[in-house]
């Protein structure tokens, strides 16, 4: 019974116009008092998508529509519209899980059809604005929507002649004013535990998660958290959470959840192309790498950076919010190899997820061009060659006179690789500068 309409918004802006007058008398209707009353969907639902039709109290077929069908996101609280007294909440065929609740100071009944779920139970006394179940598309129904009615009589429990337009018999508020608030979480006897309530992701979900009506896969798909997305449990058994995304409540698999405090990232690259070595001066290299993640990758950065540590201009940054990331479809494009001046360099990418983990997944160090300088053992003054001035420098580190070493010279000077710079390197040092001047 959905027809795509959208005439509703004229209507609702009417009806909200009058919201200061809490009392109305339609017309017709002055043996019931009417009353003020809570739009029965959350209120950012408006869309009428078929009216009431007059018609079917004198022609009772379901042709002619008994009440009005709100459109609403599967999932999505449906509240009492006014206080009253549970007379019905179960499966009941086309009409799907339905609530009926008696009104008897208004002399009429409110009924909501085709809920994914019912949160009440026959007998139950509700207050007005208290949620007693989901939007759903049980029953007869082509897409989540409520049907929304009022009659004044139930025919052996079913709602019956006469039948009431919902748009003229109330005035609506938002149900968003005080009192009127409803309970925050959802009343079942499931059994389920808030030892599992928390902040939630998913895990090993690729697309997205499903949200269902209920703790089984039987149950209707009533919405999606999409794959790495951050969603709330309110309570579980372990195997089933009630869940809440995005304004709206089910329940999902925890097969597929990771709460976030344990969030471990997995973060990792493979088929790596990266730079090292010696390469040519002018010559294009292709960088290549598949990131993937348990989490969604927040953050991809690096690039070429000289040996000291500074960027050069061949660097990129990438925001993925994926699981995956492939370096050749941004970096290899944009860090450009055949820019780089004669020198030395690191290549390193960085990689951060939702865990907040930043890690260094390829770091190389690569020169370009023939003139750069290459370390050479004994050589501690750097100028490429031994000689007694090496030995000179050497030998007053070793006496004390020269605390100042960097760490280049410390590394030239350990002749003998020990790992210790002492006197058996300076006796090295001296029969090396005695081969290399013979
Ligand atoms: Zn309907
Ligand atoms: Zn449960």
Redesign the pocket.
Known sequence: MITKTKRAAAVIAALFMILTILMIYPFGLSAHAAAYAVWPTEPKFKNITTYFDAARNTNDVSGYHNGIDIEADGGSNIYAAVGGKVVAAEWMDAYGYTVIIQHPDLGVYTFYAHASQVLTSAGAQVKQGDVIGKVGSTGNSSGNHLHFGICDSLQAGWPARTYYDPMSYFAYSDNSGSGNTPAESPK?D???SEEYAGEYTTKGVVTYLNMRAD?NTSSAVIGEIPAGAEFRVT???GE?A?VEYNGKSG?ASMAYMEKKADLKSEIKIENVTAPEGNLDKGKTFSIKGNITSNLVITKVYGGVYFRSGEATSQCAEAAPNTIKYDLSTYFDKNIAFNALNDGEYTYKIVAEDKSGASVELVKTDFTIGSSAPKEVLGDLNSDGKLNVTDIVALQSYILGKNKEFTKEQYLASDMNKDGTVDIFDLTALKKAVVKATA
């Open positions: 079942t499931c059994g389920c703790h309570r579980g058994n089933w009630h329940f």
